[in-house]
C-alpha cells in the first residue's frame, strides 16, 4: 500500500469513492480548494481510499488553537478490511503536525475506528426545535434595535460579531479564511445585522427550507455580543408566527437557548457528536488559552503508539502565568492517547478518565490537570465538515 497527497488528477476517483460511501450525489467544482489537502492510499496502482484535511481553528481559553479537520474518509469496497481507513489516519497524523495543527477533529460515523488511533468524543453539534409558542413567551427587549439586511461591506463586522462570542465557547472555530469563504454567508435567504455604535452587536444567519405544511426556517446563526441584542434577534423571529408552528435553531451560544429561551421541558434536540484528538502535546498546550494558577507541575506518562514524537514522560510546567509541556519527569500519571483530547478541551475531567481506563497514577497527582481546563461547558462546534 502506498499513501500520497492527492491531486487535481485524482478527483474522479475521489468523488467516486465518497459517493459510494456517504450515499450522496456527486459533487462539483474542483478537489483541491484553499485550505485543505488530502490523502490517497493506493494498491496495485489503484485509488482504494482516501482522506481529506481542512485547515481550522477551535478556541480553548479564547485562544484559536490551529485544528485539523478530517473528513470524507472513504475505503473502496473491494478493499475493505485490508487496514486502508487506519493506514490513512497514520499518515494524517505527521501531515497535520508539519502543517501546524496540532490538534484534530472529526466526525465519526464509525467510533471505534478513530478510538484506534487516539481520537475521543469530546464535543456537540446542536439544532434545536422551538415551538413557536414558546418563542413567542421570550422576554422583549428593552432596548429595540433596527435591523437592516447585510450587504458586503458588513463582512469583516460580521465576522468580527462573531469572533466576540466564539472565543468564550470552548471549541467553537474562528472560521478564518482561507477554507471559510466569509462570503458564503451572503448567499443565504436572510442575513439580518444589528448596527451598534463600534461595529454590529449581533446578527441572525437563515434559510428557508422544505418541510411540513409551511416548510422550514432553519436559523444557522444568532449572535448577540450583549443581552439586548439576543433578545431583539429572539424577537425578529417571532414575526414567523402564522406561517410556521416551529423554527430550527443551530446551537452557537448555547446561553441564548438556556437562558433567555423559553423552551418546553422536553423538546427536540438533533446532535451531532465530534472527536478530538491531540496530535502534538507540547504544541497544542504552547497554542491554548489557561487560566492563571500558581506555579505547579505535574509529571506525565503519554501512552501513544502513533504519535512517538510526544510519547513517554511529559511534564507538564504551570511558571509566571505560563504553561508549557517538557520532555522528562517521573510519568505519574499516565494518560493514553484517547484521553488527551477530552482532557485537552475539558470535555471531562481526570476522574471520568479514570474510570474509563484511560488515566492511571494517584488522584492527587492530577489535580493540576483539573485545575488548568476547569470546567467551561460542553465544547462546542457550529460548524459540520
Not at 91 to 110: D, K
Not at 215 to 237: F, H, M, T
Not at 334 to 352: E, K
Amino acid at each position: 500500500m502506498h499513501i500520497r497527497e492527492y491531486t487535481e488528477d485524482d478527483r474522479d476517483a475521489v468523488f467516486r469513492l465518497r459517493k459510494v460511501a456517504f450515499n450522496g450525489t456527486t459533487p462539483s467544482g474542483p478537489l483541491l480548494r484553499p485550505g485543505s489537502c488530502g490523502l490517497a492510499a493506493e494498491i496495485d496502482g489503484r485509488v482504494a481510499g482516501v482522506l481529506g484535511i481542512g485547515e481550522y481553528a477551535q478556541f480553548y481559553g479564547g485562544a484559536a488553537v490551529p485544528m485539523g479537520g478530517i473528513g470524507g474518509v472513504a475505503v473502496d469496497g473491494a478493499y475493505r478490511g485490508r487496514g486502508v481507513a487506519n493506514a490513512l489516519l497514520d499518515a494524517a497524523l505527521p501531515v497535520m503536525r508539519e502543517h501546524g495543527q496540532p490538534i484534530s477533529v472529526l466526525y465519526a460515523t464509525v467510533p471505534t475506528l478513530y478510538r484506534k488511533r487516539g481520537w475521543e468524543r469530546t464535543g456537540l453539534f446542536e439544532w434545536v426545535e422551538l415551538p413557536m409558542d414558546r418563542l413567542l413567551a421570550v422576554e422583549r427587549p428593552t432596548e429595540p434595535i433596527p435591523s437592516r439586511p447585510a450587504v458586503e461591506s458588513d463582512l469583516t463586522a460580521l465576522h468580527d460579531c462573531y469572533l466576540e462570542v466564539a472565543r468564550t465557547i470552548d471549541g467553537m472555530a474562528d472560521r478564518r479564511p482561507p477554507r471559510i469563504d466569509l462570503a458564503k454567508v451572503l448567499e443565504m435567504d436572510l442575513v439580518s445585522v444589528l448596527p451598534g455604535p463600534n461595529g454590529l452587536r449581533g446578527y441572525l444567519t437563515a434559510g428557508r427550507e422544505p418541510g411540513g405544511d409551511m416548510g422550514r426556517l432553519k436559523v444557522y446563526d444568532l449572535i448577540g455580543v450583549d443581552v439586548e441584542a439576543q433578545l431583539n434577534l429572539l424577537a425578529s423571529l417571532k414575526s414567523w408566527a402564522g406561517t410556521l408552528d416551529a423554527i430550527d435553531l443551530r446551537i452557537t451560544d448555547p446561553a441564548t437557548l438556556n437562558l433567555l429561551g423559553a423552551t418546553p421541558m422536553s423538546y427536540s434536540v438533533s446532535t451531532s457528536t465530534w472527536m478530538l484528538r491531540v496530535v502534538d502535546l507540547p504544541a497544542a498546550v504552547a497554542a491554548r488559552g489557561w487560566p492563571r494558577l500558581a506555579n505547579a507541575a505535574v509529571d506525565l506518562e503519554i501512552i501513544d503508539d502513533h504519535a512517538p514524537w510526544h510519547a513517554g514522560p511529559q511534564r507538564i510546567v504551570v511558571e509566571d502565568g505560563s504553561v508549557r509541556v517538557e520532555p522528562g519527569g517521573t510519568g505519574a500519571v499516565r494518560l493514553h492517547a484517547r484521553a488527551l483530547g477530552p482532557w485537552f478541551s475539558g470535555a471531562q475531567n481526570t476522574h471520568a478518565l479514570r474510570r474509563a481506563g484511560l488515566l492511571e497514577g494517584d488522584p492527587a497527582d492530577a489535580v493540576v490537570l483539573d485545575q488548568l481546563v476547569g470546567a467551561s461547558g460542553v465544547p462546542r462546534l457550529a460548524d459540520f465538515f
